[in-house]
């Protein structure tokens, strides 16, 4: 019999994990899966389960709560040498990843995707020797992701990563940033985006050439520029068109290098990461999830 391991966050999606456990373990099972249940406790449970997963070869891998939780499950299944089928059921405050791949916000739809069957190969980022799945940022906004307070993140959503931004701009100083790719650039920067999908803090406007399976790590510098014109590239995020202003370097690679001479902390999917220098690359097509079809595809 198939086997198949389901990773659950219950302090996620204010904490209704455990609730939607049940249904997801009964969708699963139908599908032909004898399924493992393994509740996360804490910081890196959710990898550690997905890498015994993988270890012990089991044919699929669902994930139920927020990017944090996707993140480490696909950091425990990325570049093993048996990848299981994967799934995921956001929980989170934004659910970026999901929101890439059309998957249904509401849980229970999530998980009666489960049912189609339906398999999409899917790029995953690899930062030194980590993984990501969204973004990959560096400057004041990325460091107010990861001081943005839970309880904010959770009545505001979205708009909780711009309201701490704007506390930052304030006090921030440019930075000066080297990045090697096939198209270098030098200068200084307020911030540097790598975006692996369309989905960005809840908004999927800031990259939207961005697919889920083109290879492309797709880069957007904000050169150094004062506060007033850096609110005015706000529209030109929610219009899909900021990559068209003169204040942003916008590049599609497939590997960079991005190196500082000031101490700069990487933000990994809304979470504290390595500190510069930092080697990005595209794992194209890494992993086989499980999607929605199309409005195309049902035709």
């Known amino acids: 019999m198939k086997q198949a391991m389901l990773i659950v966050n219950p302090s996620s999606g204010k904490e209704k994990g455990q609730e939607y456990s049940d249904h997801a373990l009964e969708t699963i099972n139908e599908m032909g899966y004898e399924t493992e249940v393994r509740m996360t406790e804490g910081e890196g449970d959710a990898m550690d389960f997905?890498?015994?997963?993988?270890?012990?070869?089991?044919?699929?891998?669902?994930?139920?709560?927020?990017?944090?939780?996707?993140?480490?499950?696909?950091?425990?299944?990325?570049?093993?040498?048996?990848?299981?089928?994967?799934?995921?059921?956001?929980?989170?405050?934004?659910?970026?990843?999901?929101?890439?791949?059309?998957?249904?916000?509401?849980?229970?739809?999530?998980?009666?995707?489960?049912?189609?069957?339906?398999?999409?190969?899917?790029?995953?980022?690899?930062?030194?020797?980590?993984?990501?799945?969204?973004?990959?940022?560096?400057?004041?906004?990325?460091?107010?992701?990861?001081?943005?307070?839970?309880?904010?993140?959770?009545?505001?959503?979205?708009?909780?990563?711009?309201?701490?931004?704007?506390?930052?701009?304030?006090?921030?100083?440019?930075?000066?940033?080297?990045?090697?790719?096939?198209?270098?650039?030098?200068?200084?920067?307020?911030?540097?985006?790598?975006?692996?999908?369309?989905?960005?803090?809840?908004?999927?406007?800031?990259?939207?050439?961005?697919?889920?399976?083109?290879?492309?790590l797709h880069v957007f510098i904000i050169k150094d520029i004062a506060l007033p014109h850096f609110l005015m590239l706000l529209p030109k995020i929610l219009s899909g068109e900021l990559a068209e202003s003169e204040h942003v370097h916008y590049m599609k690679v497939t590997k960079l290098t991005a190196s500082s001479t000031y101490e700069m902390i990487a933000n990994i999917d809304g979470d504290e990461g390595d500190k510069l220098p930092i080697t990005i690359e595209n794992l194209k097509q890494h992993l086989d999830i499980l999607v929605p079809f199309t409005d195309e595809e049902e035709c």
């Not at 189609?116 to 940022?137: C, E, L, P, S």
Request: net charge negative; aromatic share 6%.
């Open 50 to 216: 997905a890498r015994e997963a993988c270890e012990r070869k089991f044919d699929f891998v669902a994930a139920m709560g927020g990017d944090g939780t996707i993140n480490e499950a696909i950091n425990g299944i990325a570049e093993q040498e048996h990848r299981p089928l994967f799934g995921l059921i956001p929980l989170g405050t934004v659910n970026d990843f999901a929101r890439a791949l059309n998957i249904p916000m509401d849980p229970e739809d999530a998980i009666d995707i489960f049912k189609q069957n339906h398999v999409q190969k899917t790029d995953v980022g690899k930062i030194n020797d980590r993984y990501f799945i969204n973004i990959v940022a560096v400057g004041a906004l990325a460091e107010a992701s990861f001081s943005t307070p839970v309880e904010q993140k959770s009545k505001l959503g979205p708009l909780a990563y711009i309201i701490e931004g704007m506390k930052k701009m304030k006090e921030k100083q440019p930075f000066e940033l080297k990045v090697h790719s096939d198209h270098d650039w030098e200068g200084d920067a307020l911030l540097m985006l790598v975006a692996l999908t369309n989905s960005v803090g809840g908004m999927e406007t800031i990259a939207p050439e961005a697919k889920v399976n083109d290879g492309k």
